[in-house]
């Protein structure tokens, strides 16, 4: 109710206590009279509340949790991505031609060297066997027979019995019977070597691919050789990876500093992980390093070799690589979710002694687990955020409640 209104409720009643009611008209105008009296009251109350002067409370500065870098010894890494390969892939083919007669295995089993795999008709092979050996008894008794006669030669020769003619015919005659003997011999050899080849055998430890071929089948007689299946060895396996020009700078400055050899290459740890797996479960060594970098990559070409027992790693697998490079040091770390980035690079948020925040420019290094390594740009006593970020203002005070950064990154 405005004061306007108040005062025209007193004149109200100053009219009508001059002219003449009834007593019902005049108890009424006296709690008319009671109420107004207390309203006009209340209303001088509201307006000498309304003349105080007002004071601003500032809210208190935002909570926040901060953490000084932890300290920790870090092993700098080289990481690239890679391609899994088989140490040895071959296709069995077909030497000798003829009819497949026996299939040896199951497609995909694993087998051993020198496991039979395809019998490719043996039998002329091993009648052709027979024949050379043949050859070869009858020009070794024909050599024999030959060596005598010249040796008989030779002794009449020096007492002049025969002519020198006939001695020179028994020579000619003894060597002819030698050259037929090792050609007699080379028959045997071949042909125990066809009879071989129809026998086709694993050549080294692997898994055997679908066969590309079927019982009954003529093989082998075509311009190229007929691949039967091909096998592949799983344990070990190659990693190939490359590395770019500027890494292979970094590693020659590091492998001469410690003043290595190119056969220590060979110790040097290399660590893959699937793009499934957490980490890198799978560890092996250096195996290959190439000597020049590819001019059109501006990459050098390297090879790690691992342990694969379990198969795990298949060929052609894409897959990614860390080496190590250099000695471990220690370094400074914070959780990977208190660095920033904007146009400028990356940043951090700290608190100085004032709880005034701060945004401060840093150079960042590798991730180790949740943590990130900080290059530059702290010290080890400055408190970072590491929750409450998105209330943290640079510039503004902040109510700072300290935390291990070991304990916030575990979070």
Do not use: W
Request: charged share 20%; glycine share 6%.
């Amino acid at each position: 109710m405005s004061v306007f209104s108040l005062v025209s409720a007193a004149d109200v009643r100053d009219r009508d206590r001059e002219s003449p009611r009834s007593p019902g008209i005049a108890a009424v105008s006296n709690l008319a009279s009671h109420t107004s009296t207390a309203v006009v009251a209340a209303a001088a109350l509201l307006l000498a509340g309304c003349g105080q002067d007002n004071h601003y409370v500032a809210p208190p500065p935002p909570r926040v949790t901060v953490a000084v870098p932890l300290r920790q010894s870090v092993t700098r890494y080289l990481e690239a991505t890679g391609n899994t390969a088989a140490v040895n892939s071959a296709d069995l083919v077909a030497r000798v031609t003829g009819f497949v007669q026996e299939v040896n295995y199951q497609d995909g089993a694993v087998v051993k060297k020198g496991t039979l795999l395809f019998t490719i008709e043996p039998e002329p092979y091993s009648v052709k066997l027979d024949q050379a050996k043949s050859a070869e008894v009858g020009a070794r008794a024909t050599l024999k027979q030959a060596q005598t006669d010249f040796d008989r030669q030779a002794q009449l020769i020096t007492s002049r019995a025969v002519s020198q003619s006939a001695y020179d015919q028994a020579q000619s005659t003894r060597d002819n019977a030698q050259s037929a003997l090792s050609q007699a011999e080379a028959n045997t050899r071949l042909a125990a070597l066809n009879l071989e080849y129809a026998h086709v055998t694993a050549p080294f430890d692997g898994i055997v691919t679908a066969r590309q071929v079927s019982v009954g089948q003529y093989v082998g007689s075509g311009a190229s050789p007929t691949v039967l299946a091909t096998i592949i060895q799983f344990d070990p396996i190659y990693v190939n990876f490359n590395i770019s020009e500027q890494d292979v700078l970094r590693i020659r400055e590091d492998i001469a500093r410690r003043g290595l050899k190119p056969e220590d290459l060979k110790k040097v740890p290399v660590e893959v992980g699937l793009q499934s797996e957490t980490g890198y479960p799978h560890e092996g060594t250096l195996d290959y390093a190439s000597p020049t970098v590819n001019q059109s990559t501006g990459t050098l070409a390297a090879r790690a070799v691992l342990s694969n027992q379990n198969r795990v790693l298949l060929p052609g697998y894409f897959v990614r690589v860390r080496v190590p490079v250099g000695e471990p040091k220690n370094d400074l770390l914070v959780p990977d979710t208190a660095v920033g980035s904007d146009q400028g690079g990356r940043y951090v948020l700290v608190v100085d002694k004032d709880n005034v925040v701060e945004q401060r420019k840093v150079e960042i290094g590798p991730k180790v687990n949740d943590q990130r390594v900080i290059d530059s740009g702290l010290k080890p006593e400055d408190r970072i955020v590491i929750a409450g970020v998105l209330r943290a203002i640079p510039g503004q005070k902040v109510d700072p409640q300290v935390e291990a950064a070991s304990a916030a990154g575990a979070k």
